[in-house]
């Protein structure tokens, strides 16, 4: 069965230091993988997804992930960090276009 | 271009009752999914519908069930409403085109409380 494994519920990091939020996936099959955004209130934005092009993914505000397959991994990272990017974040996997298997979630907290 | 559209935004129950959600989706999207997020966990699939038939559920009870119209349109019902029921429900909608997939859009949600 897929699954899908976030490391972290809370992360803080300090205004201008490096993202780094994981995520390790379980499939038999290669998976499509996503990172969504959600902010308070609010539905889910898509930041990238992967579907078995470039490994380097590369996404919107700055964000990226890299698949590993050796790893079964797919972390999401952003070089400088934002105020703005205060928020909770979600990766997703599928193997079809049927549904999504969601992690936990992680709060990402930008400390001043 | 319009997104996901979900009403209404806010809705407050009494157990027992039942209510019905609804779901535009995004202009060129003819397949819609229902997703259920639990304050503090990620969503969860509900079921997902196309050319106005259930295609595939998740681990839901039959309470929950769901209707697409011809316009791509879907409403989501909850019958007998249970205080766990109480989540913001998430509609997507997705399409194949000449690119292939085009992954789900997500509206904002429609928050329901249960009391």
């Known amino acids: 069965a897929q699954s899908v494994t976030q490391l972290g519920s809370h992360v803080s990091v300090s205004e201008g230091a490096l993202v780094l939020l994981r995520c390790n996936y379980s499939s038999s099959v290669p998976p499509y993988l996503f990172w969504y955004v959600q902010y308070p209130n609010q539905g889910l934005q898509l930041l990238l997804k992967?579907?078995?092009?470039?490994?380097l993914v590369k996404g919107i505000n700055g964000f990226e992930a890299e698949f590993k397959k050796s790893e079964t991994s797919f972390h999401l990272t952003k070089p400088s960090a934002h105020m703005s990017d205060a928020a909770e974040y979600f990766c997703a996997a599928t193997s079809g276009t049927y549904k999504y298997i969601f992690g936990t979630g992680t709060r990402l907290k930008v400390l001043a | 271009d319009a997104g996901v559209t979900q009403s209404p935004t806010h809705l407050i129950k009494t157990r027992g009752q039942q209510v019905t959600l609804r779901c535009s989706p995004k202009?060129?999207?003819?397949?819609v999914s229902w997703y259920q997020q639990a304050l503090g966990q990620g969503p969860q699939f509900i079921f997902q519908?196309?050319?106005?038939?259930?295609?595939q559920r998740g681990n839901f009870p039959d309470r929950f069930s769901g209707h697409q119209f011809p316009n791509y349109s879907s409403e989501l019902n909850v019958n007998a409403l249970l205080l766990g029921d109480s989540a913001l429900y998430l509609c997507?909608?997705?399409?194949?085109?000449?690119?292939?997939?085009?992954?789900?859009?997500f509206g904002s949600g429609t928050r329901l409380t249960v009391v």
């Open positions: 992967y579907t078995s092009a470039a490994t």
């Open positions: 519908y196309y050319e106005e038939e259930e295609r």
């Open positions: 997507a909608s997705s399409s194949w085109d000449r690119e292939g997939w085009s992954g789900y859009t």
């Open positions: 202009s060129g999207h003819d397949t």
